[in-house]
């Protein structure tokens, strides 16, 4: 008896334990599962906050980029804002775009890090250029810390830019701009816009030429670019409707290249018997497994689709449990990142019930199945643009920011937001940024033209650049060169001296 005392005393112990314990583990489940409250990203003069992008660094620290204007009372000026982490802790916000003058705007950002300890920045300036600019982190406190921006793009009206950074430290930049084209009945008004693509090797230094990817006939929008750990470049974006023009609509589109950006495939156009395809979203989960998402306009679905090459695809399938936001957001945008598992998290402006309310939610691909849909935001406004980061391979960071009402976005009073939350992947050890050699930021070779008339692009002119009026790595050479001229008009001089002497 004492024997069968001393076992049901020990057993009910246990059970009390694993009681203890499951609700320890409900509690530390709850934790993981819950959002930060959302933090506004603001300016104290601001009169509207939107278009933010987010990227984390190695250390785990976030940077932030958004617009917002006016940063100052003596004129009206938009401001292009950057908050960072050091060390976990926040820093003072500042204006990237400060002193390139007064008229001057700067609108959709895209932001990158590398493990070399540098911050990427692109964008559009005064509505015609795409430019690029860079810092050292350990540096970029300030406005200071930026190089100078860098022209990008060519002569034709330029928009939608995106940056990613390779596995190999490769930078991959994209963009839209309209081309010298003649109208036509898929582009009414001519100069419908073409997708251009420009890599670095060097961290941000030299560019290669820009290469025209989809040569369209109907104009293109909302381009991206992902690089994956194969070495494989996915580029994607709408396909028809143009920031400048108006057209017509047809689907989404994707070009591939398998050799680091040197090679591309011809792009894929996505389209569906029953409506238009629109703000494509596209990454590579942990099985090497492509994954396409897209939303569908008339309709109330949002599809997916899969590809182990990037040539077959998967028919389209309806992710479950999510809807789209009820209006057809003009530059709204899904995206995607991978976890250290290869989990991928896709972050969309929709409804978790066909009568459900909008917010911004987050779903889970785990290479088979979607979870159920995760509300971040707060039903609050009208939430949408979100973009997402995924930091040490556990921590998700996303931003997004909210309108007055639905439809389109300008002329509103809009607010933009940040969040984040821990999920149960294993994380990475952070790695400390390399301390930079204490040395001025590599020098601008070209500096962006003045904002008024650009050149007309010639006739004969490569869709639409003239590569030599570009920097590219061929440029030093020829900086050689014409630093050479002087020396050798001098000596000819001198030889033709000496020989009329001799005479």
Request: aromatic share 12%; hydrophobic share 40%.
């Amino acid at each position: 008896m004492r024997c069968v005392s001393f076992i049901t005393r020990w057993a009910v112990r246990f059970l009390v334990l694993l009681t203890v314990i499951a609700g320890v583990s409900g509690r530390l489940q709850a934790q993981e599962t819950s959002w930060n409250p959302p933090m506004e990203l603001t300016h104290p003069l601001s009169e509207g906050d939107w278009f933010p992008d987010v990227a984390v660094d190695s250390s785990g620290d976030v940077h932030l980029i958004w617009q917002t204007g006016p940063c100052s009372r003596t004129y009206q000026k938009p401001c292009l804002m950057h908050w960072r982490q050091k060390g976990g802790v926040w820093q003072n916000a500042y204006d990237v775009f400060l002193d390139q003058g007064a008229g001057q705007s700067a609108i959709r950002a895209a932001i990158a890090v590398d493990r070399e300890g540098r911050v990427h920045l692109i964008y559009l300036q005064d509505f015609q250029s795409i430019v690029y600019q860079q810092a050292w982190i350990a540096w970029a406190d300030s406005a200071r810390a930026w190089t100078d921006p860098r022209q990008m793009s060519g002569f034709g009206h330029a928009y939608f830019p995106d940056i990613t950074v390779g596995p190999d430290g490769t930078l991959h930049a994209v963009w839209t701009e309209s081309v010298d084209s003649k109208p036509s009945e898929d582009c009414k008004y001519g100069n419908c816009s073409d997708i251009f693509y420009r890599r670095s090797t060097d961290g941000g230094i030299r560019w290669s030429p820009p290469v025209n990817l989809s040569r369209s006939e109907v104009g293109t929008m909302k381009v991206h670019v992902r690089a994956d750990n194969r070495g494989w470049v996915h580029v994607f974006w709408e396909e028809g409707g143009d920031r400048w023009v108006t057209d017509r609509l047809v689907g989404v589109a994707y070009a591939v290249s398998y050799d680091g950006g040197q090679t591309w495939s011809a792009p894929q156009i996505f389209t569906h018997p029953t409506g238009i395809p629109r703000q494509i979203m596209l990454d590579v989960d942990g099985q090497g497994q492509i994954v396409a998402v897209w939303r569908l306009v008339p309709g109330d679905a949002i599809y997916y689709q899969v590809s182990q090459d990037g040539k077959e695809w998967s028919a389209p399938q309806p992710i479950p449990g999510i809807w789209p936001q009820e209006s057809t957001a003009v530059f709204d945008v899904y995206d995607i990142a991978a976890d250290s598992r290869g989990v991928l998290h896709l972050v969309v402006a929709g409804r978790n019930a066909p009568t459900g309310r909008q917010a911004i939610f987050r779903l889970e691909w785990n290479g088979n199945t979607w979870s159920a849909p995760e509300q971040v935001s707060p039903y609050e406004g009208y939430p949408e643009f979100p973009r997402i980061a995924v930091g040490l391979g556990n921590t998700l960071h996303v931003v997004w920011f909210t309108k007055q009402w639905p439809g389109y976005e300008e002329g509103q009073e809009m607010h933009t937001w940040y969040s984040m939350r821990r999920i149960s992947a294993p994380a990475w050890t952070p790695a400390p940024l390399p301390t930079p050699t204490p040395t001025s930021p590599p020098p601008t070779p070209s500096p962006v033209p003045s904002p008024t008339p650009f050149p007309t692009v010639p006739p004969d002119a490569v869709r639409p650049f003239n590569p030599a009026t570009l920097y590219t790595e061929s440029d030093e050479l020829t900086g050689v060169i014409l630093s050479l001229l002087p020396a050798l008009v001098l000596v000819v001089a001198v030889l033709t001296v000496s020989r009329w002497r001799r005479r």
